[in-house]
């Protein structure tokens, strides 16, 4: 025992604190997050994905319009540091939230429904699921009660500490911006061509505000579209709904943006488009834009074939899903509340 007091306590101190900065170093500077699984809870919180899906299906079942707000709430959260609820984070005296971005600001909704959701899944497993993970799962949820497809949902995201308003401005694509824009802020965040495509079919739900699409139907829509008295109507009713000169309380009218079929998820978005009736300039650009050779025949592609559509949707949606911040991995957190980290 003797040789173990000719080195001093300290000095193995020392030792255990370089081992201990050198981890938490190589932790902190690690580029790749660990990868997401699907049985990430299965030990922690087994009941996870049961519980968001009953009140995804309460949500969906009393108003059809909230799978498309949990939808776009998933989308409008990846894109900015990616899926990290960074989203849902309120404004506080010491954060500046995301959802006074231009893209957002008065037409991102359903804070209110994760929520709930949230507060089910925390009576449940408090601490343990994020809400990143709660508004992946929960747009899949609400995809499938819509209609659509069903994909596996690898989880284990963590939630931000950090918003990004500035991120929030420059990466989300707006209606009235250039094709070849917006492709760029998809490839940006690693999506293709195909991915931007499939995923703009989301628009097979929801509504767009007047705002949104008023330089299209006072711009080219009647170019575009094709001669019939169901079209023409069609746009009769969109110049009703939204006057031509804004800034008044109708910039907030709304219009589905596939009027065939609003609250089903298939595939008649694509054939609007076909017929050039597309009520946001970006969706209609995909298929009559000069530059759009390639997005052109993905829009014929799932107008003609739902199942490809569904199938493709389903892996993009994946992909999106999986954008994940560095950062959060390391500096993360499972926030109690969505909207505020936690203190
Ligand atoms: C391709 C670029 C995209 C642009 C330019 C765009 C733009 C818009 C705009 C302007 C609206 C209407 C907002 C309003 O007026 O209040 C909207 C609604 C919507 N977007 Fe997109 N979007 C795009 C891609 C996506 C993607 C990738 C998804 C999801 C995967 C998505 C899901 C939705 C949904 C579900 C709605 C309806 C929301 C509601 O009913 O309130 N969008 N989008």
Redesign the pocket.
Known sequence: MAHYSLVPKSFFLSVVLIIFSFLVAAKLYASEPPPLTLDYYKSTCPTAFDVIRKETECAVLSDP?N??????L???DC?VQGCDASILLDDTVTLKGEKKAA?ST?????FELIDQIKNMVESECPGIVSCADILTIA?RDAVILVGGPYWDVPVGRKDSVTANIDLANTN????N?SLLS?IS??LYQGLSVTD??A?????T?????????RSRIYGDYGFTSVKNPISESQLSNLRSVCPPMGGGKAD?N?S??DYVTPNLFDNSFYQLLLNGEGL?N??QE?YSSVFGIQTRELVKKYAADPLDFFRQ?SE??VK?GNITNSKSFVMGEVRKNCRFVNT
């Open positions: 319009r799978a498309a707000l949990i939808v776009r998933h989308f409008h894109f893209a008065h037409s991102l909704k359903g747009a989300l694509p707006t209606p911006e917006i802020k998809f931007m495509v995923l703009a079919g989301a628009h739900i929801g509504m767009a505000r007047c705002q949104s699409f907030n709304i589905a943006m946001l970006s969706d995909m949707f993009s949606m999106m």
